[in-house]
């Protein structure tokens, strides 16, 4: 039988789902979409949020220092991925309707990192060209990535020198690229 929330935890949830809603409306807003044209499962955004914090809290509770801002946009961005709570009413060939849960955990974890960036007074910032853009819809589409390797992504973007993020591959294998 499931334990009803902690008062405070269930407001945590509530304003983590509001925020993953703000950042599909900021992306919908930037992408000229209708917001109005997709269903928002609000169970599942409500559950990506609890997993969210739940996962902060075990992390806090074994590792030193405290989870940052950074680690935590990108296990949000994990579950937003996971869960799919945004989805288009209609079926079309739009590439950003289509891949538009890949938008908003994309611009969640950037989100994360440029607030990082403020609370240490930093002036960098991170640009990503369209192409880049791609690539990284691309791997969260279809690559198997875990909560620590969506971390770990993050964190290398939030360490970036500050140029343009293009292409991602850096590296060739015999088998093709790495």
């Not at 403020?118 to 369209?130: C, D, M, V, Y």
Request: glycine content about 2%; charged content about 25%; aromatic content about 12%.
């Amino acid at each position: 039988m499931l334990q009803p929330l902690k008062p405070i935890l269930a407001e945590d949830v509530l304003n983590l789902t509001a925020a993953m809603h703000r950042v599909f409306t900021t992306v919908c807003k930037k992408q000229n979409l209708d917001p109005n044209k997709f269903i928002v499962k609000t169970m599942k955004l409500s559950e990506a949020a609890l997993r969210t914090l739940r996962r902060a809290e075990f992390y806090n509770q074994y590792h030193k220092p405290r989870m940052s801002e950074v680690k935590l946009g990108a296990i949000l961005a994990f579950w937003v991925l996971k869960y799919r709570p945004f989805c288009s009413r209609i079926i079309k060939d739009d590439y950003t309707s289509e891949h538009i849960n890949e938008f908003v955990a994309i611009n969640i974890m950037l989100h994360n990192i440029e607030r990082s960036y403020q609370e240490i007074n930093s002036t960098k910032k991170l640009s990503i060209t369209f192409d880049g853009y791609k690539q990284l819809v691309y791997r969260l589409k279809n690559w198997d990535l875990s909560k620590e390797g969506l971390m770990t992504l993050a964190d290398i973007l939030y360490n970036f020198d500050g140029t343009k993020i293009d292409f991602l591959d850096t590296s060739f294998s015999t088998y093709g690229r790495t």
